[in-house]
C-alpha cells in the first residue's frame, strides 16, 4: 500500500468512514511487521528497536507527506494505537502462555509488558476492560488506548477525535475510574 | 449502562471533581435530582477516581509513540534533565546538568519522531568533529551527542538564556540601525560557518536567542548543522526532514511548518531536489531581515495552519513577497510597528524604500544565483548602506523582469493572469518607446536589437499557453479578447507610434496565440490583416509576409478550409523555396503544413514521404534535438498510426522520450509529456496494463517537477482515472477523481476547464459502479456550466451531451434520453464532424435508447444512418460497421423482414471472417444469429 492509499483512508476515516479503519489498521500492521522484519535482519550490534522507533518509522514510510496535515497525523497515531494495543495483548497472551518465540513482532515488548506490570496492570484483564468500556463508550475506549499504548497528549488526541482537549480530558477521566472499578471488580470476583 | 446514561454519569462526575470537596456532596445531589443509582454510581466512581489517583493507575502511558517519555531527573549518560525547555515536531529540548569531566548546564535536544536512529548517529558522528571546531561568539556551541537508552538520537548543546530575535527587537523597541547592526553580526556569525562548510539549514528568528553581554545585544544562533546531520539519504527521509524545521523550540507540532514558512528557502521546498547549499541560508536571511524590518515574514500571510503542505511548498516556490517598504504600506498596525521601531511611519517607509528593499529583495531571490553568494556579501551591502554607499543590490532591469514573469508563467500556469495583463500593455510601452527611439536615430542599432528582443520575448510569451498540454484556459482567453479588441479600436496603433510593421507583428503574435488556444477563426482574423500589412508595406515575396501566409495556411487547416490552405501553401512555398530555400525554416513549417494537408486529403504515402523529408531536413540543420525536429518526429508517428504501422509509430514516440530525456534530462517537463503521449498510444492500444505502470510513474514525476496542482499533473492523474475506468476498477477511479475535484477547486481558477473534465470522467465511474444519481448529477452541472462559458454547441459541451444522455438511458429514463439524443445529433454532425468517434457512439446509443423503448422502426432508420457513417469515413473493416449491420439484421428479423435480415447477417459473417481470427467470439456470436435465423421456417 502506498503513501497515498494510506493518506486517502486516514481521510476518509476522518470522515466518519468506519471502514477505512480495519484497512488502515491492517496497512499499518503489516507495515510494522515488515519493518522489524528487516530491522532485525539487519541489526547486528543488539540494539533493540523499540515501539517507538517501529511506529515512527512506519509513519515516514506510510504517509504520503505532500498532503498530509497535522491533523492526519494524530489521527495515524491514533490508528497506531490500537495497533500497538492489538500487538500489546497478543504479545501478553503468548508471554503468558508460554509459547514465547513465535511472536508476531520481533521487538523488544519486553520492556512494555514489565512496564505494565510494574504498575499493576494487567494487560489481559485491561484489554477485556476495554472491550467493555468500549461497548458503552467507543469514544472513551479510544481515548484511554491513545492515552495510555501511545503516550498521547490531550491536544493529540482532540485533533485525532476532533473534540475539544477538555471533553478528552474529562472523558478520560471517567473511564479511568470505569475501568479501575471493572479491573477491581473481575479480581474481587475471582 | 447504556450510552445516554454515561453522558450524565460523565457530566455529573467531572463537574463533581471540579467542585471544591466541601461543596461537593451538596452538588451530587442536586444534578442527580432524586436519581438514587445515577447518584450511586457517581459515587462510586469518585470513589473509584480517589483509589486510582492515589496509586497513580494508568497516569503513566506505556507505550510512548509521540513523545520522547523523557522527564525530569531521567538520567541520560552524563547528563540529569533539569526541565524541559521545549518542543517541536522533532524533538523535545531540556536543560540538563552535565556531571561529567565537569559540571555545567546544557542544553539537551532529544530527537523523539520518526528518525532513522544509526542513520542519524553515523551522519552526525561525520559532522560531530566539523561541529566541535565551530567555535564563534555567536554561534551555540555543540558539545556532544549520543543515543538515549531507548535509542534515540540526542544532541547537547550550550545552554542560552536568551531570547528569540524578534521579541529581543520588539521588547527594546530597537531602531532599524540597531536592528541592522544586530543583524551583521549575525551574518558574521553565518559566514564563518559557511566557511567551514556548514549550512544551517533552518535560519530562523526562533533560532537565534539573543542575550546581552555587557549592555550590547550579543546575538547566539543555535542548531547550526543540526539540521544537516538529521538528513537522512533515503528520499523518504529527505523529503520530510529536508523541511522540518528542527531547532523549533517552542512551537506545537501544529505550527511547525508554518513556523518554518518564509524563512525556508524555494529549493527547500522543492521535493527530493537536494541542491541546498550555503545560498539557502541566505534566503533564511533575507527572510529573517524582512521580519527585522517589517515585522511580517515574506509569505507569513498566505498561510494557515490548515494549509497542506504540498500548498505551502508551492507558495514558497511561486509566491514572491511584496517589498519591504510596500509590505508596512498595506499593513494597518504599520504605525504602532514604525512606533516599535522609533521612527514615525512616513519616516522608516522612506528608509526602507529603495537599498533596504533591494537588499532584502536580493537575498529572497527565487532563483539562489541571484542571491548574495556568501553572507559577508550581504554584511558588506548593509555596511555600504550605513555609510551611504551605493550598494550592490539593484533594482531589476526591465529585460530582467520581463524574462523573469516569462518564467514564472512557464512554470505556474494558474497563476499567470495578471502576469500576462503586465506583460502584454508593458511590452507595448517599451516597444514604442525603443521604435520611437529608433526612428530619431538614436542609438539606432542597440535599440533595434532591444525591439528584436522585445518582440522575441513578447512571441515566445503569448505562444506559451499550449491546450494541448495545459487544458484550456479561460481566463487567459477573455484577457486576450479584451486585448484584440484594444488593438482593434486602433488604441494600441496609437500607442506603437504608427508603426504599421509593429503592429502587424502584434497581431502575429496575438494569432499564434489565439491558435494555440484553439480559437482558430479569431487567429485567422488577425493573421489575415497583418498579412495584408505586410503585402501592402514589405511586398509579397518579403520573407515575413510569407512568414505569415504560412501561418494562414496552418490555420485553414485547423478550420477544415482545406482547398484554401492548399491554394496558399502552393503559391507560398514556390516563393519560400525562391527566396529562402527550401531548407529554410520557414519553408519547412510550410512543408510541414502542406504534409498535414495531405494527410488530410487521405494521400497517406505522400503525407508520411513529405513528413519524413522535412524530418530529416529539420535534423540536419536544426540537430535531433530541437522542438521542431521532434514536432516532425510526432507528425511521423502519428502519420505511421494512420497507416497502421503500429510498431513504427511507437518507436518513434519512444525515440522522442529518450532524446528529450538525453537532452533535457528525463525530469524536463517535456520529456514527460512525451512520456505521457506514449501513455496514451498505450491506452489507445488497449495496452491498460503497460499504460498504467507508466502513467503512474509519469505522474509522481509531474507532481516533483511541475507540483501537485499543476495543470498538466492533473491530466496525468486524469488519466490514472480513465485507465482505471478501463481495467474496471471503478471504485479507485472514483476515489481517485474525488480526491482531484477536491484539489482541482483550491488548486485551479474557478471554472477552468480540468475540473469539469475530471467530473466528467468520475461520473462516468460512478455509472460503472451503478451510482447514477451522482453521475446525473455531476454531468447535468458540467454540461450547463461548459455550454454557458464555451457555447451550447462547443464540442466538449456536445461530449457532456452525449454522456448525458447515455447516463439516462443507464437509468432506464428513456425518454429524457431519445430527446436528448435526438437534440444533439444534428448539432454533433455540423459542429464536431460526421467522421467522428463522439457522433458514432451518441448516435450508436440513441439506436439502443430507441430499441429499448420497443420503437425499432425508429431504430432501424438510425441504425441505417450509422451504417452510412461507417461506411463513408471508415475502413470496410471498421469493427463497428460489421456490428452494426449484425444489429440492422436482427432489428429486421423482428420487423419481419427475413429476407434484409438474412442478407445483413451475412455481410455481417462476411466482413468478421475477414478481420477476426477464426473463432473468434464475435464472429461465432454472429455465425449463431445467422443460423438461428436460417432455421427458422420462412413463413
Known sequence: MTGKDITLLLQDWQKGDEAALEDLMAAVYSELHRISKNYISRERSGHTLGPTGLVNEAYFRLIDHNRITWQNRAHFFGVAAQVMRRILINYARERNTAKRGGGVMVLSLDNVTDAAEEEGIDLEALEEALNALGEVDQRKARIVEMKFFAGMNEKEISEALSVSSATIRREWRTARAWLFRFLKEGSDGS | MDPERMRLVDDIFNDALDTPAEERDAFIVKACAGDASLEAEVRELLAMDDEAEKKSFMNKAIINLTQTGLGEGDEIGSYQIIKPLGEGGMGQVFLAQQTEP????????????????????????????????????????VYDAGATERGQPFFVMEYIQG?????????????????????????????????????????????????????????????????????????????????????????????????SV??????????????????????????????????????????????????????????????????????????????????????LRKQLRGDLDWITMKALEKDKERRYDAASAMAEDIRRYFRNEPVTAKPPSLSYLLSKLFQRHKAAFAGGVLVILALVLGIVGATTGAVRARKAQLKAEAEAAKVLQT??????FLSSPDPTQMGREVTMLELLDAFTEKLEKGELEAAAGADPEVLAGVQFTLSDTYKNLGEHQKAAELVQKALDIRREVLGEDHPDTLKAASHLA????????????????????????????????????????????????????????????????????????????????????????????????????????????????????????????MVNQLYRTGRYKQALAMNQENLARRIEVLGPNHPETFLTADMEGILLIAMNRPKEAVALYQDLYQRALTALPAGHAIVR?????????????????????????????????????????????????????????????????????????????????????????????????????????????SLDLYR???????????????????????????????AYLRQAVARQEKALKPGSKLLEATRAALAELEGEPND
Open chain 2, 163 to 259: 531570547v528569540p530575535l524578534a521579541d529581543y527587537c520588539d521588547h527594546n523597541r530597537l531602531t532599524l540601525q540597531q536592528r541592522l547592526e544586530l543583524f551583521v553580526q549575525i551574518l558574521d556569525g553565518v559566514q564563518y560557518a559557511h566557511q567551514r562548510g556548514i549550512i544551517h539549514r533552518d535560519l530562523k528568528p526562533a533560532n537565534i536567542l539573543v542575550t546581552t553581554k555587557e549592555d550590547k545585544p550579543l546575538p547566539k544562533i543555535i542548531d547550526f548543522g543540526i539540521a544537516k546531520s538529521t538528513t537522512g539519504d533515503e528520499p523518504t527521509q529527505r523529503t520530510v526532514t529536508s523541511f522540518l524545521p528542527q531547532g523549533s523550540m517552542n512551537l506545537t507540532s501544529t505550527g511547525l511548518v508554518v513556523g
Open chain 2, 455 to 460: 518582440q522575441d520575448i513578447l512571441d515566445a
Open chain 2, 554 to 677: 496552418s490555420i485553414y487547416y485547423y478550420l477544415s478550409r482545406t482547398a484554401d490552405a492548399e491554394a496558399l501553401i502552393d503559391r507560398t512555398l514556390a516563393a519560400q523555396i525562391a527566396v529562402l530555400g527550401e531548407r529554410h525554416r520557414e519553408t519547412l513549417r510550410t512543408l510541414n503544413v502542406k504534409a498535414m494537408v495531405l494527410g488530410r486529403r487521405n494521400r497517406k504515402q505522400e503525407s508520411l514521404e513529405l513528413h519524413q523529408k522535412v524530418y530529416r531536413i529539420r535534423k540536419q540543420t536544426l540537430g535531433p534535438t530541437h522542438p521542431e525536429t521532434l514536432q516532425s518526429m510526432n507528425n511521423l508517428a502519428v502519420r505511421y498510426k494512420v497507416l497502421e504501422k503500429m510498431e513504427e509509430s511507437e518507436a518513434l514516440l519512444r525515440e522522442i522520450v529518450r532524446l528529450r530525456a538525453q537532452e533535457l534530462g528525463p525530469k524536463h517537463k517535456d520529456t514527460l509529456q512525451s512520456v505521457q503521449n
Open chain 2, 102 to 141: 565537569f559540571q555545567r548546564r546544557v542544553a539537551l535536544k532529544v530527537i523523539k519522531l520518526g528518525m532513522d536512529t544509526r542513520q542519524v548517529l553515523n551522519r552526525f558522528k561525520v559532522e560531530q568533529a566539523t561541529l566541535a571546531r565551530l567555535n564563534h561568539p555567536y554561534i551555540a556551541q
Open chain 2, 757 to 865: 473534465q475530471t467530473n466528467n470522467n468520475l461520473a462516468n465511474a460512478l455509472n460503472k459502479l451503478g451510482r447514477n444519481e451522482e453521475a446525473l448529477k455531476l454531468l447535468q452541472d458540467i454540461h450547463e456550466a461548459h455550454g454557458k462559458l464555451e457555447g451550447v454547441n462547443h464540442p466538449t459541451t456536445l461530449l457532456y451531451a452525449a454522456n448525458l444522455a447515455y447516463q439516462l438511458y443507464s437509468m432506464d429514463r428513456i425518454q429524457a434520453s431519445i430527446s436528448m439524443g435526438e437534440d444533439i445529433l444534428p448539432r454533433l454532425m455540423e459542429h464536431v464532424g460526421p467522421n467522428k468517434v463522439l457522433t458514432f457512439n451518441a448516435l450508436e446509443n440513441l439506436i439502443l435508447a430507441y430499441e429499448k423503448a420497443g420503437d425499432l422502426v425508429r431504430a432501424e432508420a438510425r441504425r441505417r444512418q
Open chain 2, 872 to 902: 463513408e469515413h471508415r475502413k470496410p473493416n471498421y469493427p463497428k460497421l460489421a456490428r452494426g449491420e449484425k444489429h440492422l439484421g436482427l432489428l429486421l428479423a423482428k420487423l419481419g423482414n427475413r429476407e434484409a435480415a438474412l
Open chain 2, 262 to 347: 518564509g524563512y525556508m528557502s524555494p529549493e527547500q521546498a522543492c521535493m527530493g531536489a537536494d541542491d541546498v547549499d550555503t545560498r539557502s541560508d541566505i534566503y533564511s536571511l533575507g527572510a529573517i531581515l524582512y521580519e527585522l524590518l517589517t515585522g511580517e515574514r515574506p509569505l507569513g500571510g498566505m498561510v494557515d495552519p490548515q494549509t497542506p503542505w504540498d500548498e505551502i511548498f508551492r507558495i514558497i516556490r511561486e509566491k514572491d513577497p511584496r517589498r519591504p517598504s510596500t509590505q508596512i504600506t498595506g499593513d494597518p498596525k504599520a504605525q504602532e510597528l514604525a512606533a516599535s521601531r522609533g521612527e514615525q511611519l512616513k519616516h
